[in-house]
């Protein structure tokens, strides 16, 4: 909002965007007038009720399936394919079976060519961040969930881009350790100050994490209401006013379900 205010141009913009998903069942119109800015170093969750449209959003701001019609401006430039100022976190940790965590992490700086001293240091840096320094010659296979979406983060992070697109990317952990996770992609958002846009169906999750919470109706994916989170961090899922926005945004989300079951009892009788 600051930046707004001074005048400086959001991180991403999305103006008009719809997208129409043409198969075998006929099209389906997945995201209608979405108009949505990001401002530098806020971190946003995207959320609703499964089908209704984020990974398709998060996935046109990254520049991986454009919007059928609409525009996204992302770092000030027009979305037209994917690039390197826009990682993406995905929830299936996305590592190389045959790497070990070092060389995962690794990875994208070598493919960036960049020096190997620099390098060292720079993995040397995030192993430590992510508290991987005794996993760095472990293979993916011998890592918990959790420990395995760490090296994810780390090597996303590697690339250091100004901007982290993350489709649900704790939805497959426990409880506990989801929690850690939060908490430490928090640290290190407190730390770094990139743009992060969060995917998630978990309300407390959105409102734990993000600055503001962007509600999504239910086919067609539009923006219901955007949910500003002002309480101080960290924030105790506990407190009055935790669960009152909790409360707030539940409701929302539970007419969009209903919309969700209205439409597949829809679909069955008329099948
Ligand atoms: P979410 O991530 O919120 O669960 P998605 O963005 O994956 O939702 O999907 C939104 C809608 O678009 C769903 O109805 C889904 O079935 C449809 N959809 C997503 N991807 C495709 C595709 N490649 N082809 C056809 N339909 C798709
Ligand atoms: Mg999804």
Redesign the pocket.
Same mark, same amino acid.
């Given at each position: 909002m600051a930046a707004a205010l001074a005048g400086g141009a959001p991180a991403i913009q999305v103006r008009g965007v719809r %997208?129409v998903? +043409?198969?075998s069942e006929g099209e389906?119109l997945?995201?209608d007038g979405i108009d949505l800015d990001v401002e530098p170093g806020e971190l946003v969750c995207l959320l $609703?009720?499964? $089908?209704?449209? %984020? +990974?398709?959003?998060?996935?046109a701001i990254a520049g991986f +399936?454009p919007p059928t019609s609409g525009s996204i401006v992302a770092n000030g430039r027009a979305v037209t394919a994917p690039g390197p100022d826009r990682a993406m976190v995905f929830q299936e940790y996305a590592l190389f079976p045959w790497m070990t965590v070092e060389k995962n992490v690794a990875f994208g700086l070598e493919m960036a060519k960049v020096p190997a001293r620099e390098r060292r240091e720079r993995v040397d840096a995030l192993l430590a961040m992510l508290n991987l320094r005794e996993f760095r010659d472990r293979f993916p296979k011998d890592l918990s969930g959790g420990m395995r979406q760490r090296v994810a983060i780390a090597r996303v992070l590697a690339i250091d881009s100004p901007m982290l697109l993350m489709?649900e990317p704790f939805g497959a952990l426990d409880a506990l350790t989801r929690r850690n996770l939060q908490d430490e992609l928090l640290r290190i958002w407190a730390k770094l100050r990139k743009t992060i846009v969060f995917?998630t169906?978990g309300i407390e999750e959105s409102i734990y994490l993000a600055d503001r919470v962007v509600v999504?109706t239910y086919?067609p994916?539009t923006v219901k209401r955007i949910v500003p989170v002002t309480l101080p961090r960290p924030r105790d899922p506990a407190a009055p006013e935790f669960n009152a926005l909790k409360r707030e945004i539940s409701q929302m989300v539970m007419e969009e379900q209903a919309r969700h079951a209205q439409a597949e009892v829809g679909g069955a009788t008329a099948d």
């Open positions: %997208k998903f +043409s198969g389906v997945a995201l $609703g009720p499964s $089908g209704c449209g %984020k +990974s398709t959003l998060l996935n +399936s489709d995917v169906h999504m086919r994916g």
